[in-house]
């Protein structure tokens, strides 16, 4: 058997958001074969400093896993500085890596899930990313598990081969989109004109993203992600505690009903279905504002409701 991946958690000042994510976790049933690296950020400002330490008290009494080794920020790296180390660092030793953040609540398959997918797939260079969200469609008849352009990042999963091909420099990643005429199709095809004014505000300072670089960067090489039919993760995140969620009252359009069960993953043909994909895009064109006379207006609130994806 090959061994299982490194689990990488990145927490900061939520000790609830972060209980509950590791009591999903330690109900997984490959938990106590598995690896736990837990990435603690530093505080921020003295007012975040109370709740880092309680964190960081609970975090030393986590158990149920093969190891768990704890890794403390003594200064704040911020979000994507904090997951681009820390991911870095452990696909670096290990060659793939789980990844998980503090708001996100799993289902008891989704590290065997995550395995089974890492493994088919570790050797298909066109295969980027490993998606352990999805969701709500409409669309009947859903395969176990499909591939697509667009990279979800509500627990995921990677390599060391794809990682290498991460290119933080946003302006670089908005110049080569813009050559290769990739812009409305980094957009979801303009079914959600929101990704590049996302790149671009990374580029200008505005917002500190990894995931809108990371998507971007596996766009511009052509590389896929694998996404379940159904979701394996739901973000608990939204109730505007977290720096990068924004509140949303009604969640139902973002958050799945977690899976309840699970068969061993097949292997597919590494291709994009078109049929789920177009259900996809029309999902996340659905998330935008319905009456939009001023565009800056809708991008704003666009990026409210989304900025808890391009953490």
Same mark, same amino acid.
């Given at each position: 058997m090959k061994k299982l991946a490194p689990i990488a958690l990145f927490t900061y000042n939520r000790p609830e958001h972060t209980k509950?994510?590791?009591?999903?976790l330690?109900?997984?049933?490959?938990?106590?074969?598995?690896?736990?690296?837990?990435?603690?950020? +530093?505080?921020?400002?003295?007012?975040?400093?109370?709740?880092?330490?309680?964190?960081?008290?609970?975090?030393?009494?986590?158990?149920?896993?093969?190891?768990?080794?704890?890794?403390?920020?003594?200064? %704040?790296? +911020?979000?994507? %500085?904090?997951?681009?180390?820390?991911?870095?660092?452990?696909?670096?030793?290990? +060659?793939?890596?789980?990844?998980?953040?503090?708001?996100?609540?799993?289902?008891?398959?989704?590290?065997?899930?995550?395995?089974?997918?890492?493994d088919l797939y570790e050797n298909d260079e066109t295969v980027c990313n490993i998606d352990g969200f999805l969701a709500p469609?409409?669309? %009947?008849?859903?395969?176990?598990?499909?591939?697509?352009?667009?990279?979800?990042?509500? +627990?995921?999963?990677?390599?060391?081969r794809a990682w290498k091909n991460f290119e933080p420099d946003a302006y670089k990643l908005l110049s080569e989109l813009k050559a290769k005429g990739l812009e409305q199709g980094f957009d979801c095809d303009?079914?959600?004109?929101?990704?590049?004014?996302?790149?671009k505000a990374q580029a200008e300072g505005k917002v500190n993203s990894w995931a809108i670089r990371w998507f971007a960067s596996n766009y511009i090489l052509g590389k896929l992600s694998l996404s379940p039919g159904q979701t394996f993760t739901i973000n608990i995140g939204m109730d505007g505690t977290g720096v990068h969620c924004a509140k949303i009252d009604d969640d139902s359009s973002l958050n799945g009903q977690l899976v309840t069960t699970y068969e061993p993953l097949k292997k597919i043909p590494v291709e994009i279905n078109q049929e789920v994909?177009?259900?996809?895009?029309?999902?996340?064109?659905?998330?935008?504002?319905?009456?939009?006379?001023f565009l800056f207006r809708a991008l704003r609130k666009m990026y409210r409701v989304f900025k808890s994806f391009i953490k």
């Open positions: 509950r994510t590791v009591e999903a330690q109900k997984n049933y490959l938990a106590p074969e598995s690896e736990l690296f837990i990435f603690s950020d +530093g505080a921020k400002n003295d007012d975040a400093l109370s709740s880092v330490n309680e964190v960081r008290k609970y975090l030393k009494k986590i158990s149920g896993f093969a190891s768990v080794k704890i890794i403390e920020q003594e200064h %704040n790296l +911020g979000l994507a %500085n904090s997951i681009i180390n820390g991911v870095t660092k452990i696909v670096n030793e290990y +060659g793939k890596i789980i990844v998980v953040e503090d708001d996100i609540i799993t289902s008891h398959y989704f590290l065997s899930y995550m395995n089974d997918a890492l469609l409409e669309f %009947n008849n859903m395969p176990q598990s499909f591939f697509m352009p667009l990279v979800e990042i509500w +627990g995921w999963g990677t390599w060391k303009g079914e959600f004109p929101a990704h590049v004014e996302m790149l994909w177009e259900a996809v895009k029309q999902a996340r064109h659905n998330t935008l504002p319905k009456q939009k006379p």
